[in-house]
């Protein structure tokens, strides 16, 4: 160890504690191998308040048997309404065709991930600065912040759009939609009367978003247009201000929600996407190197898919992984070079879908938007037929 330069050398290590790096120990926990979860931030991290869970979601978390007590925390939603209130159009998309969704809190699930994995499985702390192949083990060596230098014989990079793991891969960096959103959540002590559905309200450039969660809990976000380069106060009384202004001509039932949001759920950001084209091209692994969740495929929230594909992820990985312990996989490059194979194509489309759907949404010139219908029409007619993907049994 000491020739290596290392304090220590773990099996796999998996750099992120959010959803998907949560999830993946997980799956590998219920295959009977072990990891370490590297996390940054001192206690577990629920930024985005919460995500719609889609069909396909659903299979990955009941394969990674958190599923049953997932479905006490929210209700299951029965719609989609979206209304244009400057046209005074609307449309409704029944869910029951389509199968189960609900909106969950981001804290219900990585605590439920957190709670189903062993005692001490994830390091909070743990601020990675760096990634390196050691000349003398070929092992990938991560440095820390404070100094200490941890070897791991396989390293899964699950530390979102920013990942250090993905630019020792050579990836890209994620680009930034014109699209900001400022997301929170809302209690209603005595009841809200909402119905359970995930209901969009658009007025020109910008789109309010609510799904309810329980009877007494609201998700909810606002879509705005922004430059690319703009920055955020994270301040969250601006955030709350700043909504309150762009939902001036909604409903008061919408000003209300906002009004007596909980402060500590905002958030306001710019939203990111890796596009298809570096994803369909790039290099998701070097040696026993890869990378999961938004570090290899961070997308818009159009298709509501983000979180859902980084959990499908954690499954594959799981799976492959896994087979390089009971002797169906001959080493851990093979493995993921399975996993990679798998997931590639899955990602290409949702990212591509994503990707289209924001240019109809944005403020793009008219003959960008007719190419973009016309390639929807041709590649994805049926536009819910990604929430039917199975990522297999673990």
Same mark, same amino acid.
């Given at each position: 160890?000491?020739?290596?330069?290392?304090?220590?050398?773990?099996?796999?290590?998996?750099?992120?504690?959010?959803?998907?790096?949560?999830?993946?120990?997980?799956?590998?926990?219920?295959?009977?191998? %072990?990891?370490?979860?590297?996390?940054?931030?001192?206690?577990?991290?629920?930024?985005?308040?919460?995500?719609?869970?889609? /069909?396909?979601?659903?299979?990955?978390?009941?394969?990674?048997?958190?599923?049953?007590?997932?479905?006490?925390?929210?209700?299951?939603?029965?719609?989609?309404?979206?209304?244009?209130?400057?046209?005074?159009? %609307?449309?409704?998309?029944?869910?029951?065709?389509?199968?189960?969704?609900? =909106?969950?809190?981001?804290?219900?699930?990585?605590?439920?991930?957190?709670?189903?994995?062993?005692?001490?499985?994830?390091?909070?702390? =743990?601020?990675?600065?760096?990634?390196?192949?050691?000349?003398?083990? *070929?092992?990938?060596?991560?440095?820390?912040?404070?100094?200490?230098?941890?070897?791991?014989?396989?390293?899964?990079?699950?530390?979102?759009?920013?990942?250090?793991?993905?630019?020792?891969?050579?990836?890209?960096?994620?680009?930034?939609?014109?699209? =900001?959103?400022?997301?929170?959540?809302?209690?209603? /002590?005595?009841?809200?009367?909402?119905?359970?559905?995930?209901?969009?309200?658009?007025?020109?450039?910008?789109?309010?978003?609510?799904?309810?969660?329980?009877?007494?809990?609201?998700?909810?976000?606002?879509?705005?247009?922004?430059?690319?380069?703009?920055?955020? /106060?994270?301040?969250?009384?601006?955030?709350?201000?700043?909504?309150?202004?762009?939902?001036?001509?909604?409903?008061?039932?919408?000003?209300?929600?906002?009004?007596? =949001?909980?402060?500590?759920?905002?958030?306001?950001?710019?939203?990111?996407?890796?596009?298809?084209?570096?994803?369909?091209?790039?290099?998701?692994?070097?040696?026993?190197?890869?990378?999961?969740?938004?570090?290899?495929?961070?997308?818009? /929230?159009?298709?509501?898919?983000?979180? *859902?594909?980084?959990?499908?992820?954690?499954?594959?990985?799981?799976?492959?992984?896994?087979?390089?312990?009971?002797? *169906? !996989?001959?080493?851990?490059?093979?493995?993921?070079?399975?996993?990679?194979?798998?997931?590639?194509?899955?990602?290409?489309?949702?990212?591509?879908?994503?990707?289209?759907?924001?240019?109809?949404?944005?403020?793009?010139?008219?003959?960008?938007?007719?190419?973009?219908?016309?390639?929807?029409?041709?590649?994805?007619?049926?536009?819910?037929?990604?929430?039917?993907?199975? !990522?297999?049994?673990?």
């Amino acid at each position: 160890m000491e020739s290596s330069g290392c304090d220590e050398i773990q099996e796999i290590v998996i750099v992120g504690g959010g959803l998907c790096g949560l999830a993946t120990a997980l799956a590998l926990h219920r295959k009977g191998v %072990e990891s370490v979860v590297l996390e940054k931030s001192e206690t577990l991290r629920s930024e985005g308040a919460a995500i719609g869970v889609l /069909p396909n979601g659903w299979k990955a978390l009941d394969q990674l048997g958190v599923a049953s007590h997932l479905r006490t925390t929210a209700l299951p939603l029965q719609g989609m309404r979206i209304t244009w209130m400057d046209k005074g159009n %609307e449309k409704f998309t029944p869910y029951k065709n389509i199968g189960e969704v609900r =909106c969950l809190k981001r804290s219900d699930i990585v605590e439920t991930f957190a709670d189903a994995l062993p005692p001490k499985a994830i390091r909070f702390g =743990c601020d990675i600065v760096s990634v390196e192949m050691d000349p003398i083990t *070929s092992l990938p060596s991560l440095l820390l912040s404070n100094g200490k230098r941890i070897g791991a014989k396989v390293l899964i990079g699950c530390d979102g759009w920013r990942s250090i793991v993905a630019s020792f891969l050579g990836l890209k960096p994620a680009k930034t939609f014109r699209t =900001c959103a400022i997301r929170g959540l809302t209690s209603y /002590p005595n009841g809200h009367s909402f119905p359970l559905e995930f209901v969009r309200l658009i007025i020109g450039q910008t789109a309010v978003g609510r799904l309810p969660i329980t009877d007494k809990l609201v998700h909810w976000f606002v879509a705005v247009q922004q430059g690319t380069d703009a920055k955020f /106060p994270q301040d969250t009384q601006f955030i709350k201000q700043r909504a309150m202004e762009a939902v001036s001509g909604h409903p008061a039932d919408v000003q209300e929600m906002i009004e007596k =949001c909980d402060l500590d759920s905002l958030s306001f950001a710019h939203l990111k996407y890796r596009a298809p084209w570096d994803l369909m091209f790039g290099n998701f692994r070097e040696k026993t190197v890869t990378v999961a969740g938004d570090a290899m495929h961070v997308m818009g /929230p159009f298709l509501g898919q983000g979180g *859902s594909s980084g959990i499908e992820d954690a499954v594959v990985l799981g799976i492959n992984l896994a087979k390089t312990i009971n002797g *169906s !996989c001959f080493d851990h490059e093979e493995a993921m070079d399975q996993y990679i194979k798998e997931r590639k194509m899955r990602v290409v489309k949702l990212a591509t879908q994503s990707y289209l759907t924001a240019l109809l949404i944005e403020n793009r010139p008219m003959l960008t938007k007719i190419v973009v219908v016309a390639v929807m029409a041709i590649f994805f007619r049926n536009q819910s037929a990604h929430t039917q993907y199975d !990522c297999g049994l673990l």
